[in-house]
């Protein structure tokens, strides 16, 4: 994250559900200090991966809390970094 805030609003964003199928169906949710967008992990509801488009090598399909993997996202991931 670019800053220490802990504090994340759930957002929609039409561009990102068109742009990344996988952010359609799940919660992402926003920084209110930096303005980062973070997928939020299905199982225990911690910040999964932070959702950049224009750089892909900083996003994970696995959480870092419960090591939950999210198939969708790692192919989505595999696809755009080819």
Same mark, same amino acid.
């Given at each position: 994250m670019k800053c220490s805030s802990t504090i994340?609003?759930?957002v929609t964003d039409a561009w990102?559900?068109?742009s990344i199928p996988w *952010?359609?169906?799940g919660k992402v949710r926003q &920084?209110?200090?930096c303005g980062e967008k973070h997928f939020v992990c /299905?199982? &225990?509801?911690?910040?999964l991966t932070r959702v950049n488009i *224009? =750089?892909?090598r900083v996003m994970r399909?696995? &959480? /870092? =809390? &419960?090591d939950y993997e999210d198939a969708?996202?790692?192919?989505?991931?595999?696809?755009m970094r080819g």
């Open positions: 994340f609003k759930l990102m559900r068109r *952010t359609a169906e &920084c209110e200090g /299905p199982e &225990c509801r911690g910040l *224009t =750089n892909v399909a696995k &959480c /870092p =809390n &419960c969708r996202i790692k192919a989505w991931l595999e696809e």
